[in-house]
């Protein structure tokens, strides 16, 4: 197992429903990411984490609950979601430098993305 | 603030021949990376190709090249001997310089290569 992979794929799931999108990474990061991809908009990036730790939360709706029990895993877990949540859900990992000197040449930490959960919400 | 801009929805290119997706940039930042990713219809994003701000010379990966303007903030893309498999959405996205390890992606360009 190699990269980013993300489970399930497709998930077609209703209002009330209660569901997990999971990812893991097999490239040794020490970050983690949950993007939504809505049709015609720009990905939008939902949380991240970093060392285990929540460090950006952009505003997410609270029916949207990440956990990232490890550096290698990071769950996504849903909840009364609407219609208009239905995109593709990406996860993605980075290796952070944490040191001055290279966080201030720092913007070239590439992200890799996995290959998404498609979700409808009907 | 930080912006990409992508001024090409669509583009058509015909097998075995060279292509450039535009990307412009804006930031104030004087250090920040650019970068590249390929989303076939299977929703994958792929990195293709990586640019520093401080990189004197131009990247490139394979077929993959970045043409790197840094005064006039454009980064573009050029694909050389375009393929059938390289039919996808493409993307420009640009870090800044701080440790928000936020990923500002533009609206994507959507390339047709035709037989």
């Known amino acids: 197992e190699t990269g980013v992979t993300q489970t399930p794929r497709h998930l077609v799931m209703g209002m009330t429903n209660k569901k997990s999108l999971k990812c893991e990474q097999h490239?040794?990061?020490?970050?983690m990411y949950w993007y939504k991809q809505s049709a015609k908009k720009p990905l939008e990036l939902m949380f991240v984490y970093s060392l285990e730790e929540r460090v950006e939360n952009n505003s997410v709706p609270s029916r949207f609950s990440p956990e990232c029990p490890n550096s290698s895993h990071l769950f996504l877990h849903l909840h009364t979601l609407q219609p208009e949540d239905s995109a593709l859900y990406l996860c993605?990992?980075?290796?952070?430098?944490?040191?001055?000197?290279?966080?201030?040449?720092?913007?070239?930490?590439?992200?890799?993305f996995g290959p998404g959960t498609r979700l409808l919400v009907l | 603030a930080q912006k990409i801009t992508q001024t090409q929805p669509g583009m058509f290119v015909q097998e075995k021949e060279a292509v450039t997706l535009d990307c412009t940039y804006d930031?104030?930042?004087?250090?920040?990376?650019l970068f590249w990713y390929k989303q076939p219809s299977s929703g994958e994003m792929i990195f293709l190709i990586y640019q520093g701000s401080y990189d004197e010379q131009n990247a490139t990966e394979g077929r993959y090249s970045l043409n790197f303007q840094k005064a006039r903030k454009s980064a573009n893309l050029v694909i050389s001997a375009s393929q059938l498999g390289d039919s996808a959405m493409y993307f420009c996205a640009m870090r800044g310089e701080d440790s928000s390890y936020k990923l500002i992606f533009g609206s994507g360009t959507r390339l047709l290569v035709r037989p």
């Open positions: 490239l040794g990061h020490n970050a």
């Open positions: 993605a990992s980075s290796q952070e430098s944490f040191t001055w000197a290279e966080t201030s040449r720092g913007s070239q930490e590439t992200q890799y």
């Open positions: 930031t104030s930042d004087q250090s920040y990376g």
